[in-house]
Structure formats: C-alpha cells, structure tokens
Nanobody, 119 residues
Framework: QVQLVESGGGLVQAGGSLRLSCAAS???????????MRWYRQALGKQRELVAG???????NYADSVKGRFTISRDNANNTVWLQMNSLKPEDTAVYYC??????????WGQGTQVTVSS
C-alpha cells in the first residue's frame, strides 16, 4: 500500500521555525515512479494552496508568500521530503499536506499536519 505520512507540525511563535517531513512508503522516489512532490496548505475557511514543489529532476518552486522563508528538499534514499519553514508568520497557520504526483498511482495525499503560529 502506497502511503504518505507527514510529521513535524506544531505550535510556534512568530519568527520561529519548524521542519515538516513527508515519508513515503510503498513507493520509491525515482524518475520511473514520480513526477513531483509538493506541499500544500489549507487555512481554516480558505482553499488549499500550493506552498512548494520539487520535481523528480530537482527543480523547485515556491508560492510568492513563502519565498525566501521556506525551503523544500528531499532524500531519495529514504523516500522523504522536507519543508523547512523559517521566519514563520501567523498567516502561515494552516494544515499542511504532502502530495505526490506519481506515474502509476496518480496523485497521493498525506493526512496533513497542523502548523499554528502565534503572534
């Protein structure tokens, strides 16, 4: 069974940092199985939005709102993607979801992890 499991969320004060991880099981990160991995977030009462993505070739992209503060990275050997979040703001408060664009299984979502930034 292919599964994504996020961890690392929590409560942090504004200006602080958190590191989210997304571990994939049942699938390996390779050019034969993946197209991209992404982080999305959904704040209460708002639509889910793309935060950051990394292609199988390593190309990264970020939402304007997080550029310069968030960094996406991956470890292919351990099938893990991270989102390093620095200089957090209250408006970063949301449930963060990991998403895998796979070749054989389509799009896969993790269960989400809550990030709360207090002012």
């Amino acid at each position: 069974q292919v599964q994504l499991v996020e961890s690392g969320g929590g409560l942090v004060q504004a200006g602080g940092s958190l590191r989210l991880s997304c571990a994939a099981s049942g699938i390996t990160f390779s050019i034969n199985t993946m197209r991209a991995m992404r982080w999305y977030r959904q704040a209460l009462g708002k639509q889910r939005e793309l935060v950051a993505g990394i292609s199988v070739g390593g190309t990264k992209n970020y939402a304007d709102s997080v550029k310069g503060r968030f960094t996406i990275s991956r470890d292919n050997a351990n099938n893990t993607v991270w989102l390093q979040m620095n200089s957090l703001k209250p408006e970063d408060t949301a449930v963060y979801y990991c998403y895998a664009e796979t070749i054989w299984y389509g799009g896969l979502w993790g269960q989400g992890t809550q990030v709360t930034v207090s002012s």
